[in-house]
């Protein structure tokens, strides 16, 4: 979520900042700007996740109960526990929001408000990253609930057969990454920061690539082939420690060339040199499964108890209790986000520390309204759903 969040305010700095060349020109070969610009990942993190866990406890859940799953409890616990936040959320968004502050960057987003009188209910729907909706936000939520709709497919095979699950969940990931690559290659979509001719619009990256579950699957995907990993060994999995450094030196080389490989080909970079359509549709298309596979690399490491110190760390009681307001706290950041940084009424000078000072206020704000969010509508609601869908 800090990533997130650090993402969001430096784009919406950048927005309005008036040395956004110069600070590009004097940060593009620094070696926080390939992490930066690449935090859209982090949301990959989440999808990964997603898959993983939502495969691990519904096998173990049908091994249970013999294979059988309460279909309608399936979809109607996932739709409820989301949507009345998010509901609560847009209905305060759009009856107050306009009035929050003023400044000349400020009406762009009080017309935006006015707009989602006729656009709400694409987001109740979970269709708004096709159809446009009304919070931004809210692109990821559709594109999990759509990915979590066709998941029963996957789950059933890997219960009933598991090499036809796991063969569906490969094919579809490498069909996912080759229309990928397709895609990249002849729309011309690369990275922000790449210097590429001819190359995509923000709008067409936005709407004909990145908030879209095809695109987007493969790493909810390979969660769901490790969640059927853990489910299936127990989480008892032992490993060396001549094959953990072997899986550490790894991930390390691949997370390094996930965010370094193209540094070369950004804009303004001193020794400039271009990627090729080929390399760049490679790149967009193959270092989100990258990352995902990094990401189930830590999960499976410290579940299975061979992370020693890593896990010990990443165990600590407060990353459950961000775990627990991450929900709400994704839902109401970027409120904070436009208010705090369109509500200004003059130019900024955008640097990485400025950034950063402005993103720890802005967590700061959007964690203590998440923490009221959370303990008086998620957790009293899921009480509710619990004693609704009781078993």
Request: net charge positive; glycine share 4%.
């Amino acid at each position: 979520m800090v990533w997130i969040i650090y993402e969001h305010v430096l784009l919406n700095t950048a927005a309005t900042a008036e040395n956004v060349t110069d600070f590009i020109k004097d940060k593009v070969d620094s070696l926080w700007t390939p992490i930066v610009s690449n935090g859209t990942v982090s949301c990959d993190t989440f999808f990964t996740m997603s898959g993983l866990v939502l495969t691990y406890s519904m096998l173990n859940s049908m091994k249970k109960l013999n294979g059988k799953v309460k279909w309608f409890q399936y979809y109607a616990l996932r739709y409820f526990r989301l949507t009345p936040l998010m509901i609560i959320l847009a209905v305060f968004f759009i009856t107050t929001y306009p009035s929050w502050t003023s400044g000349p960057w400020w009406a762009s987003q009080s017309e935006h408000a006015m707009e989602c009188h006729d656009t709400w209910w694409r987001d109740l729907l979970y269709v708004n990253n096709f159809l446009g909706g009304c919070y931004q936000a809210t692109w990821y939520l559709a594109v999990d609930m759509q990915l979590y709709m066709i998941s029963p497919i996957f789950l059933l095979s890997l219960y009933r057969k598991p090499a036809v699950g796991i063969f569906l969940l490969t094919v579809c990931t490498l069909a996912s990454i080759s229309y990928t690559l397709y895609l990249t290659y002849t729309k011309h979509i690369t990275h922000m920061l790449v210097k590429m001719i001819p190359r995509a619009s923000q709008l067409v990256v936005r709407e004909q690539y990145y908030v879209l579950p095809w695109c987007r699957a493969p790493p909810y995907l390979i969660g769901m082939v490790i969640g059927y990993v853990l489910h299936r060994t127990r989480m008892k999995i032992s490993v060396n420690w001549r094959w953990q450094i072997f899986g550490w030196i790894i991930f390390l080389l691949i997370q390094i060339s996930n965010f370094y490989s193209i540094q070369h080909a950004f804009v303004f970079y001193p020794d400039y040199s271009p990627v090729s359509p080929a390399e760049n549709s490679a790149y967009i298309s193959l270092s989100r499964p990258a990352w995902s596979l990094g990401v189930c690399w830590v999960i499976v490491i410290c579940v299975t108890g061979n992370a020693g110190v890593i896990n010990s760390f990443l165990s600590l009681p407060i990353w459950a209790v961000g775990g627990r307001l991450s929900y709400a706290g994704y839902l109401t950041h970027l409120f904070v986000v436009f208010w705090y940084l369109r509500s200004r009424t003059s130019n900024q000078c955008i640097d990485y520390w400025s950034v950063f000072v402005d993103t720890s206020g802005i967590l700061l704000i959007t964690y203590f309204i998440a923490v009221f969010l959370t303990l008086l509508i998620e957790m009293p609601l899921r009480k509710i759903l619990g004693v609704l869908f009781k078993k």
